[in-house]
């Protein structure tokens, strides 16, 4: 049986109920680290980079399955790319873009921060003609900034759910005379499917990561099994992580113990903090300079707690007996070499 490209609101209750099915991760074979980090105190960070080779940052909202005009404020956004200084203090979005360059205005400057707006139709095509759009009105606005600046701009796209996979379509639809370069990728939430999933691999995305939680169950939901042939990936449901690869950082996110909903993703909870996540990740992979296969196919957990939470003291967790040896080991070995310093 051939189902349409848009799956209906039965076939939807269906996969609701197929949640026990959830895809996992990746092999259970590898090694877990866990990383646990305390946030005394909100520190806004100046925004003394904001012109130095501005960095334009661009949201990409996901999929609306709720057109109701109760929901009005929550999901609207302005067809297009538009600047997030232009969209009314009603909107959630402008929540969104306003929580981020106020908790760190270093790394989000408000004055190139934008926001860009889709269907947010739950289908492959709605997905591909926003990746369309989003990739038109991208290399004119890097044509005004080299124009008005001198420069070429560097590009960041910060996306939620779905708006991850319409970044990804760009690397489908990129024209090679126009060298478009995302410095960063950061995807919240996104659903792994077999359309896009081996899209972090192309040149046009220097660096991706990819945060989620176990606890998020609307970033599966999508049934790619559904879908017509040249849609289906090997799983029913989407999945939680792509492949292993060297340019992509894969976090598992917890705040103080708990893990995180679909829509907590885009509450001010999370986004106050999103700076600091993405700077202990960078962190974290920096400490693995002669071990990059380690850190690329381990699993990882960062765990944060702001104040008035305790970091509970873990620091490894090993999935079998070789790899508890292995972490032992280690922890010995630097034992011995403190003792040797000490005498």
Same mark, same amino acid.
């Given at each position: 049986?051939?189902?349409?490209?848009?799956?209906?609101?039965?076939?939807?209750?269906?996969?609701?109920?197929?949640?026990?099915?959830?895809?996992?991760?990746?092999?259970?074979?590898?090694?877990?680290?866990?990383?646990?980090?305390?946030?005394?105190?909100?520190?806004?960070?100046?925004?003394?980079?904001?012109?130095?080779?501005?960095?334009?940052?661009?949201?990409?909202?996901?999929?609306?399955?709720?057109?109701?005009?109760?929901?009005?404020?929550?999901?609207?956004?302005?067809?297009?790319?538009?600047?997030?200084?232009?969209?009314?203090?009603?909107?959630?979005?402008?929540?969104?873009?306003?929580?981020?360059?106020?908790?760190?205005?270093?790394?989000?400057?408000?004055?190139?921060?934008?926001?860009?707006?889709?269907?947010?139709?739950?289908?492959?095509?709605?997905?591909?003609?926003?990746?369309?759009?989003?990739?038109?009105?991208?290399?004119?606005?890097?044509?005004?900034?080299?124009?008005?600046?001198?420069?070429?701009?560097?590009?960041?796209?910060?996306?939620?759910?779905?708006?991850?996979?319409?970044?990804?379509? +760009?690397?489908?639809?990129?024209?090679?005379?126009?060298?478009?370069?995302?410095?960063?990728?950061?995807?919240?939430?996104?659903?792994?499917?077999?359309?896009?999933?081996?899209?972090?691999?192309?040149?046009?995305?220097?660096?991706?990561?990819?945060?989620?939680?176990?606890?998020?169950?609307?970033?599966?939901?999508?049934?790619?099994? +559904?879908?017509?042939?040249?849609?289906?990936?090997?799983?029913?449901?989407?999945?939680?992580?792509?492949?292993?690869?060297?340019?992509?950082?894969?976090?598992?996110?917890?705040?103080?113990?708990?893990?995180?909903?679909?829509?907590?993703?885009?509450?001010?909870?999370?986004?106050?903090? +999103?700076?600091?996540?993405?700077?202990?990740?960078?962190?974290?992979?920096?400490?693995?300079?002669?071990?990059?296969?380690?850190?690329?196919?381990?699993?990882?957990?960062?765990? +944060?707690?702001?104040?008035?939470?305790?970091?509970?003291?873990?620091?490894?967790?090993?999935?079998?007996?070789?790899?508890?040896?292995?972490?032992?080991?280690?922890?010995?070995?630097?034992?011995?070499?403190?003792?040797?310093?000490?005498?």
């Amino acid at each position: 049986m051939i189902f349409s490209s848009k799956p209906t609101h039965h076939q939807f209750l269906l996969c609701t109920l197929l949640v026990p099915l959830l895809p996992g991760c990746t092999s259970s074979r590898h090694r877990t680290i866990v990383r646990k980090i305390s946030i005394h105190a909100e520190k806004k960070t100046t925004a003394a980079n904001c012109n130095i080779t501005p960095t334009i940052t661009v949201w990409i909202h996901g999929t609306r399955l709720f057109a109701s005009s109760v929901f009005k404020r929550f999901f609207h956004s302005e067809p297009g790319l538009k600047k997030a200084t232009d969209m009314d203090s009603i909107y959630h979005l402008h929540t969104i873009a306003h929580t981020l360059c106020e908790s760190d205005s270093a790394m989000f400057c408000i004055d190139d921060f934008y926001l860009f707006g889709w269907s947010g139709k739950l289908s492959f095509s709605a997905r591909e003609q926003a990746a369309k759009e989003l990739y038109k009105q991208l290399v004119a606005l890097i044509h005004t900034y080299k124009k008005d600046c001198g420069v070429t701009p560097n590009i960041r796209f910060l996306t939620h759910s779905h708006g991850g996979n319409v970044a990804l379509n +760009l690397s489908k639809i990129k024209n090679p005379d126009d060298e478009l370069s995302i410095s960063e990728l950061i995807l919240l939430a996104c659903p792994v499917q077999l359309t896009t999933h081996n899209c972090i691999k192309d040149p046009m995305f220097q660096k991706v990561y990819s945060i989620y939680s176990h606890l998020d169950l609307m970033q599966v939901l999508d049934p790619q099994g +559904l879908y017509r042939k040249r849609h289906r990936g090997d799983s029913f449901l989407s999945k939680k992580c792509f492949e292993p690869h060297e340019k992509l950082a894969q976090v598992k996110i917890k705040l103080n113990g708990r893990a995180l909903i679909h829509s907590e993703f885009i509450m001010q909870r999370f986004l106050k903090q +999103l700076a600091t996540i993405v700077k202990e990740i960078k962190q974290w992979k920096q400490e693995f300079p002669d071990f990059q296969d380690e850190w690329t196919y381990t699993k990882k957990v960062l765990c +944060l707690y702001s104040n008035g939470h305790k970091v509970r003291p873990l620091t490894y967790l090993a999935h079998n007996n070789k790899q508890l040896r292995r972490v032992t080991e280690k922890l010995a070995l630097i034992e011995m070499e403190k003792q040797v310093l000490q005498a």
